[in-house]
C-alpha cells in the first residue's frame, strides 16, 4: 500500500471512529423504540398528587392565552391542578393575558440571571414554598394531547421521579423544513426515549412536556442554566441514580420556524448548546464509565451522537473513501439512519406526507454544513432567552 492509501485509509477510519458512537446508540435505540412500549400496569397505590403546570414564558402575548386554554381543557381545571406562567423580563402584555384566561401568574424581572432556566429554577423556588407535589414544565408555544395531566400525576403517584411525554411539531406542514424538522423529532422525541425506557434507561428530558417530583427537586435542584439546560439537568440527574419516566401515549406539539432568521437561530442555540455540553461533558462522562459507572455510557454516547445531518455527513464522507472496510461502514450506517427515521414515524404516527419530506434531505444536510460556524460561535457563548421568530411574525413586512 503507498504512501497516499495509507494516508486515506487513515483519514477514513478516523472519519469512521468519529460517528461510531453515534451508529452504535442509533443501533440500541433504534431495536429498543421498536420494541412494544413499557407501559404501568396495576391499579394506582392512592390519591393523585398535586400538580402545577408551570409554562414559562418570555414576551408571549400572542399565544400564551390559547396555552392556557388548552391546558385547561386538558384537566388544568381538576382539584390539585394549577396553571402557572412565568412572565420572565417580558416587556410586552402576557401576564396580563394569561390572566384573562384563567392562568396564575409569576412575574419576574431579572437583567443579570436571564434564560429559560433561571425563570424555572424562580418558579420551582416559590411553588414548593406552597407545597405543590409535582410539576409539568409545558413551553408557551404548545398544544397537549387531552391525556398529558392525567398521565403525568398516575406516574407520579405509582412513584416516578420524573416524566417526559412525546414531544413533536406542530405546525409540521408550514414548509418542507418543518416537515424534516418533524420526521427528525419523531425519531429524537419519540423513539430514543421510548428505545432507552425500554431498555430500562432514564430517559431523558426534552425541554418541553417533561415532570418533576417535589421530592427529586429537593434532592437534585434545578439550577442547570445553559441554553440546553433540560440536557444540563438530566445528566445531573444520571450522575445522582435517579430515572425519568416515558409517558408513550401523551404529546406536546410545539410550533417551530417555517423560515427566516428563527429558523437559523433555533438550531444554533439547540445545537451549539449541545457542541457544549459535548466538550464540558464527555470527558468526565468517559472516566465514570471506566471507573465502573457504566451506566454514564449511554447519556455519553447520546451526547456523541451528533445532529443527524451532521451524522449523515460523516458516513457520506466515510463511504467516498477509497477503503472498503470504511465505505461498508458508510453504507451501513447510512441504512441505520434510514431505519432509525422509518422507525420514528412508524411508532409516533407518521404519514406519507412526512415520508415523502426525506427527498429534500440532502439540502437540509447542505443547510446545516453551512451553519457548522454559526454552531460553534453559539457554543461558546453565554445563555440568553432569545424568543424565536414564529410564523405569523415572519409573514410581517
Not at 495509507?6 to 446508540?25: F, H, N, Q, R
Not at 423580563?89 to 401576564?95: F, L, S
Not at 414554598?129 to 409545558?138: P, T
Not at 404519514?351 to 440532502?362: E, F
Request: hydrophobic share 50%; with cysteine; proline share 6%.
Amino acid at each position: 500500500m503507498s504512501l497516499t492509501q495509507t494516508l486515506l485509509a487513515a483519514g477514513g477510519c478516523a472519519v469512521a471512529l468519529l460517528s461510531l458512537p453515534g451508529s452504535v446508540e442509533l443501533l440500541l435505540l433504534t431495536i429498543g423504540g421498536l420494541l412494544p412500549a413499557r407501559r404501568a400496569r396495576g391499579t394506582l397505590p392512592g390519591p393523585l398528587p398535586s400538580l402545577a403546570v408551570i409554562v414559562p414564558a418570555h414576551d408571549e402575548e400572542p399565544g400564551i392565552g390559547a396555552c392556557v386554554d388548552g391546558l385547561r381543557a386538558a384537566g388544568a381545571d381538576e382539584p390539585g391542578v394549577r396553571v402557572v406562567v412565568i412572565a420572565d423580563n417580558c416587556t410586552d402584555g402576557t401576564a396580563t393575558e394569561a390572566v384573562s384566561h384563567g392562568a396564575h401568574v409569576l412575574v419576574r424581572f431579572n437583567e443579570e440571571e436571564r434564560g429559560k432556566g433561571h425563570a424555572l429554577n424562580h418558579a420551582f423556588a416559590g411553588l414548593m414554598r406552597e407545597g405543590w407535589d409535582a410539576f409539568l414544565i409545558v413551553d408557551a408555544d404548545t398544544s397537549v394531547s387531552p391525556n398529558l395531566i392525567r398521565c403525568t400525576r398516575e406516574a407520579f403517584a405509582r412513584g416516578a421521579a420524573a416524566t417526559q411525554c412525546g414531544y413533536l411539531v406542530r405546525n409540521a406542514g408550514g414548509s418542507v423544513r418543518t416537515r424534516l424538522m418533524n420526521l427528525a423529532m419523531m425519531a429524537f422525541n419519540v423513539l430514543r426515549p421510548r428505545g432507552r425506557w425500554r431498555w430500562g434507561l432514564s430517559c431523558g428530558i426534552l425541554g418541553n412536556g417533561f415532570g418533576l417530583s417535589r421530592s427529586l427537586l429537593e434532592s437534585v435542584p434545578y439550577d442547570a442554566t445553559s441554553v440546553v439546560e433540560d440536557l444540563e439537568y438530566h445528566l445531573r440527574l444520571v450522575r445522582a441514580e435517579e430515572r425519568v419516566e416515558f409517558l408513550p401515549d401523551a404529546f406536546v406539539h410545539a410550533d417551530m420556524p417555517v423560515a427566516g432568521s428563527g429558523v437559523a437561530t433555533q438550531r444554533a442555540r439547540w445545537e451549539g448548546g449541545r457542541l457544549r455540553m459535548i466538550r464540558e461533558h464527555v470527558p468526565a462522562l468517559l472516566w465514570e464509565a471506566l471507573a465502573g459507572r457504566l451506566r454514564m455510557l449511554e447519556p455519553m454516547l447520546e451526547l456523541l451522537l451528533l445532529p443527524l445531518a451532521l451524522h449523515v455527513l460523516l458516513l457520506a464522507v466515510a463511504v467516498v473513501f477509497p477503503f472498503g472496510p470504511v465505505r461498508i461502514y458508510g453504507l451501513a450506517g447510512l441504512g441505520l439512519v434510514l431505519l432509525h427515521v422509518l422507525a420514528g414515524a412508524f411508532v409516533a404516527g407518521g404519514g406519507w406526507r412526512d415520508m415523502a419530506a426525506l427527498g429534500a434531505a440532502p439540502f437540509y444536510v447542505a443547510w446545516k454544513v453551512l451553519m457548522i460556524p454559526m454552531l460553534v460561535r453559539t457554543s461558546r457563548s453565554s445563555s440568553a432567552w432569545v424568543r424565536t421568530e414564529r410564523e405569523p411574525e415572519q409573514r410581517k413586512p
